[in-house]
């Protein structure tokens, strides 16, 4: 059985890991996945064997919390964590540094030669000196006070991760600094300003508050990039409607898409998207479904036809009967294959689990024991070989972690972001230049993504303006994708229509309508021979188009035939020399696109490279497996959100 389950108090790799490592040992546990950015884990287990209370009360062990994640409903977009959190982190980190840059002044400016009020200088003001540092300290522990019931709780429960070493070397350093104070005021009271002068240097209270904003520089970078992460799958739940006219009882009514039950009859009006997965049992459409299939021409749909949730009606009016609702539709399995391949962890990511699971310890035995060797064998006071443990703690911090490497990022992704480049992770940058095979959507990708008009063919003795004026008068009445780009033709060329009348459209046909006096036909090849208009061997050019990847419509003026008005999704014009600059690379590139073949192979035929058509968003993501698993690194392109399962599961997307 597999289980998500959601996963609170985790903050760095080392706690992912030990989460992993509790529920690992669990007997029946087959496979354990922890997805920081998502605070969540699956676990596939045995369910004869253990359950998921066995499971939540590991995790708890562990010093964490867990629970089973509901079943999210599809249309509720999960609330933003990473976004609140990026909030929150912002507020502590302004909040810090207004308190962080008066003390660092305060304890390191006159070392630097820069003028300090005359109450904090010499030594009789030594005190004031002190007391003003632990004073501006204490409001940045309460601000980050996370880091260190986060840091003991995981110590305490024999699980120490970053946050316990950032706790303890912070800590240890404002409760040497506290003892210093005390010992300054003692050796002020029997008029030792000696001493009270040499404590006086010995504090480390700039260190502690450094040491936690620096941290939460690191840390709100780290949730930044989080936020960006979560906004794909909030974007995907978006795509769903919120809601459903279903007809029940007689009585239309509208209803939350998650009320709604397989066998339900739903209406769909023009222009609005399907709520959920069905079969069309009464009216006909034009569905644009390229969010979910990636064919950029609208799919026509009659009686008996099935059509997708979150694929958008065109233009006409139908009733449907709701065959896949809730987690089953096409949209919610896009949704959990984004989720999984997410989890999924490249080899270096296991490999820094592994190391930062291991790290921790081990720099707080080297401080214990380095503190114990200078106290034993230096001859040494207590309070220096404590301040020898604190040094180890501290130096050990990983600000280098935490704050380097999300520095190093963010320039290298801005610096990407200017070429119009956005980088999802570090292990996206590593793998990059080993990328042996290019995977490459077409609709939006390589293609503009829309149609626009590539051929009109005449028939013998017609003028072009009249074919195109007949032409877009009857699609000016008309919503379909096609007619549009056949009116926005004519308006780049110049001809002027008149308006028609008594517009009536067949299914699975085309439409018809009056101008001036004259009845119009348009639509395809069997419109034209059930209406008994000869076509005679403008038939053969039809194919012809028809095989280079082009949709011919056919116009027809009472009975007399006008000619052909052919439209594609052509190439952008970038597209081809961006091919041919992977050919020189030594990368092999297949084209992976839900559009039909036909189209799909004129459209790879132009560019020479090899294609795979016809294939759903879950297709599209075994593909790219089929491609890993064959040894090749595989880098995937694509613009939409049938793309999504692809993108996440290659080695970069």
Request: charged residues 20%; glycine residues 8%.
């Amino acid at each position: 059985m597999k289980q998500k389950f959601d996963v609170t108090g985790m903050t760095c790799s080392a706690c992912s890991a030990h989460v992993e490592k509790s529920v690992s040992k669990l007997e029946g546990v087959q496979c354990v996945n922890v997805n920081l950015l998502q605070n969540s884990m699956v676990v596939e287990y045995d369910d004869n064997a253990l359950g998921t209370t066995d499971i939540i009360h590991a995790v708890e062990s562990g010093g964490y919390g867990a629970s089973v994640q509901g079943e999210t409903k599809m249309q509720e977009a999960p609330k933003n964590v990473a976004a609140e959190e990026m909030h929150h982190m912002k507020r502590r980190l302004i909040a810090s540094f207004c308190f962080l840059i008066p003390l660092f002044y305060i304890s390191m400016g006159h070392m630097m030669g820069a003028p300090l009020p005359a109450i904090l200088l010499g030594d009789e003001n030594v005190m004031i000196f002190a007391l003003t540092q632990l004073f501006l300290t204490i409001p940045v522990l309460i601000i980050n006070k996370k880091y260190y019931v986060v840091g003991f709780k995981a110590l305490w429960n024999k699980a120490p991760n970053m946050d316990s070493l950032i706790a303890l070397g912070s800590a240890a350093s404002v409760v040497y600094s506290v003892f210093a104070i005390y010992s300054m005021a003692y050796a002020m009271g029997h008029g030792d300003l000696m001493t009270a002068h040499h404590y006086g240097m010995e504090l480390y209270f700039e260190s502690a508050a450094m040491i936690l904003t620096l941290i939460t520089v690191g840390k709100y970078m780290e949730t930044r990039s989080k936020g960006k992460t979560s906004e794909a799958i909030s974007k995907l739940m978006d795509l769903a409607p919120k809601t459903a006219t279903v007809l029940r009882n007689g009585v239309e009514q509208e209803i939350p898409v998650e009320e709604v039950v397989t066998g339900d009859t739903i209406i769909v009006k023009p222009g609005q998207r399907i709520p959920v997965d069905g079969k069309i049992m009464e009216g006909f459409s034009a569905v644009d479904e390229s969010a979910i299939t990636g064919e950029s021409i609208p799919v026509e749909k009659q009686v008996g036809d099935t059509v997708i949730g979150a694929t958008v009606n065109k233009s006409g009016y139908f009733r449907m009967t709701a065959t896949r609702v809730g987690k089953d539709t096409t949209l919610s399995q896009i949704i959990a294959l984004v989720e999984e391949a997410g989890a999924s962890k490249a080899p270096i990511a296991k490999l820094a689990d592994k190391v930062s699971g291991v790290f921790v310890p081990v720099v707080i035995t080297i401080a214990v024991l380095a503190a114990v060797i200078w106290f034993v064998a230096g001859n040494q006071p207590f309070s220096f070989a404590l301040s020898i443990g604190i040094a180890v703690l501290v130096i050990s911090c990983p600000c280098a972690l935490g704050l380097a490497t999300p520095t190093a990022i963010m320039v290298g992704t801005g610096k990407g972001a200017e070429y119009g480049i956005l980088v999802k992770s570090a292990e996206s940058l590593e793998i990059a230049h080993q990328v042996q095979t290019v995977v490459l959507d077409k609709t939006g990708t390589l293609t503009e993504g829309k149609p626009i008009v590539t051929d009109v063919v005449l028939a013998k003795g017609i003028l072009r303006n009249r074919l195109l004026k007949q032409a877009a008068a009857v699609e000016a009445l008309s919503e379909h994708p096609l007619a549009e780009a056949i009116v926005a033709y004519a308006k780049e060329k110049e001809v002027a229509f008149e308006k028609a009348e008594n517009l009536t459209a067949t299914a699975g046909q085309g439409v018809e309508a009056d101008v001036a006096g004259k009845h119009i036909l348009a639509g395809n090849l069997k419109m034209m021979q059930e209406r008994g208009i000869q076509l005679g061997e403008w038939e053969a050019k039809a194919v012809e188009l028809a095989e280079a990847g082009k949709t011919p419509l056919f116009f027809a003026e009472n009975e007399t035939f006008l000619g052909i008005v052919a439209l594609a999704d052509t190439l952008k014009p970038t597209s081809k020399a961006a091919v041919d600059a992977f050919h020189q690379m030594g990368i092999e590139v297949v084209m992976l696109t839900g559009d039909n073949k036909r189209t799909a192979e004129a459209i790879a035929k132009e560019l020479d490279i090899q294609v795979i058509a016809e294939v759903l968003p879950q297709d599209k993501e075994r593909e790219v497996r089929r491609l890993q698993e064959q040894g090749k690194k595989v880098a995937m392109i694509g613009d939409g959100i049938n793309d999504a399962p692809a993108l996440m599961r290659a080695d970069v997307g």
